[in-house]
């Protein structure tokens, strides 16, 4: 069976009303990006589903792909004919002749989209069951739990066959719910954390801390590799690489050593808030997990937060450190997290960390050292990495 289109259910984007035409344009140009190895894709779409004309490209690669990409609730399949009843019957016997076998059951399933069609669902449902039944051997009707279920919407432009739903991510299409910067570190909980920002669809502008030469060329194209995976759940993110090797050396030199994993992370997130301006995001991304560390009790939370008014998402907050694993290994992000190149997070880590920092406290040691030249130094000097979505040798590491 030669297929010619996709067709994508939208799912959550169908509840946002007046909206929908901004959420529904997200899910193109997310689905555009991640098939840009498909050149002769077409993409059109209506208030309640959006198309994919193959063209002659191969379409089970794209099924592959397509169950990543935030906002698409599920996937079909479709053989595409004139909203005629002919054309509509035998449509649905060339469906089915490809794939039941002797002692299957089917059901026909009409929906009537285009009320101007001159039968009724019921009516489509026995002229298009009698035709099937008519031509076929060993197949016989079941309309409580059918083997096969082949699928009519009739719409005003055309009728459209299936018989087979491919589950689809859910969520929202990245982008479609604005901006935000996610503070990529290079561990198990970042990358998780921006997954689920953008599944939330939020588009995402990643900011890593690069410290040379405490931190090697390998932990950089770590991190670069981590978020190109998460390209694949919709399109392109910008990667910012902060030098922040300066900034790391003169903590060390000026706050007790207690403190110091406290003032790295009020100075980092300085930083990635002045990013977030730059780039006129919204928010601010972090993968704390309540407890987990020492620079994640709620005591450090408040320490740090104090030097931003910007909003903190935190996905992952409440999330067990087993459950955070398992997401990992199941969006493809793991293996390379876990890859043994230190990142600027866990060098100079004292061994006895403040976990309830006082605020005065970490003000008052701060104070000594005006930090507000280096940190404008850095972000002048953060390289910008732009990934698009992941190659298909890439991709092939989720399957």
Known sequence: MKYEHIMVRYGEITTKG??????????????????????????WGNRDR?????????????????PLVFGIHSFSLVLKTKRELEEIKNGALALIEGQYKSGDSFKVSAKRADKTFPLLTNEINYEVGSHILK?????????????????????????????????????????????????????????????????RGIELEA????????????????????????????????????????????????????????????????????????????????????GQVASQTLESMYAINDVTSTPIIRPLIASDKKDIISLAKQIGTHDTSILPYEDCCTIFTPPSPATKP?????????????????????????ELVELSAASEEEFDEFF
């Open 50 to 66: 959006l198309y994919i004309n193959l063209n002659g490209e191969n379409h089970e690669e794209i099924l592959e792909k397509l």
């Open 358 to 382: 006082k605020l005065e406290k970490a003000q008052r040691f701060e104070s000594f050292l005006d930090f507000e030249p280096m940190i404008l130094k850095a972000v002048e000097r953060t």
């Open 207 to 290: 900011v890593h801390f690069f410290s040379p030469p405490y931190t090697s060329e390998r932990a950089k194209q770590k991190v670069i590799d981590l978020a190109r995976k998460l390209t694949v759940f919709g399109g392109r993110i910008r990667l910012h690489i902060v030098p922040f090797t300066e900034i790391q050396e003169a903590i060390q030199k000026q706050v007790p050593e207690s403190y110091v994993m406290t003032s790295t992370r009020r100075m980092m997130l300085q930083i990635a808030d002045k990013i977030r301006e730059k780039h006129d995001a919204l928010a601010i991304v972090t993968g704390e997990s309540l």
């Open 18 to 43: 007046k909206n929908r035409r901004w959420f529904v344009n997200c899910l193109k140009q997310n689905l555009k990006s991640v098939l840009s190895d498909y050149p002769a894709l077409g993409y």
């Open 135 to 199: 031509n076929t051997d060993g197949l016989a009707v079941d309309v409580h739990s059918p083997d096969i279920d082949v699928r009519v919407e009739v719409r005003e432009e055309a009728a459209y066959l299936s018989s087979r739903d491919y589950e689809g991510v859910g969520g929202l299409p990245a982008g479609a719910s604005g901006k935000a910067v996610l503070m990529l570190s290079g561990g198990i909980d970042s990358p998780v954390a921006g997954y689920f920002a953008m599944k």
